[in-house]
């Protein structure tokens, strides 16, 4: 994806501009949410999990991924400056690609913060279920290419399977 964000843009421009990419590779977009203080995220017909791997995460292979049948594309969107909650998951472990950075991440196995690392347009990074983790938004929007992998087929992870550990906004 090739995508030319400014820090003048707003939200909802960068989210046009986000959806224009994401239809140019022809990708359904089932979800969109602008909602989020943080930024959001568009979600990606779960058919098309193949075809998002082969764009984003290229380097793995379609069975390297699955840990169940069931595989979530996403398109994560975190505004200048903004954070989402340190968090973890009971059902889910997940896969992120950076589009648009740099970004910055924190993780841990513990309830405490890891140090902040931060990833370039490229960067990959693999959290598993349990595992404590941030997106945090740098001095400019952060776009994300994400794959939820599904631990307990028979009870598919959604977004109440978040646990959060701390959180800018009191959610």
Known sequence: MNIEISNQDSKATVFDKIRNEIEKYNFNIINEDQTRPWGGFFVIDETQASDFIAKFFSHLKLDDVKITNKLSPKILVVAPNSRLSWQYHFRRSEIWKVVTGPVGVKIS?????????????????QMDKGER???????SWGVIAEIWQHTDENNPSDEDDIVRLQDDFGR
């Open 133 to 139: 983790h941030r997106l945090i938004g740098l001095d």
């Open 109 to 125: 196995d513990t309830d405490v913060e890891g140090e902040l690392k931060t990833l370039d347009n490229g960067d990959f990074i």
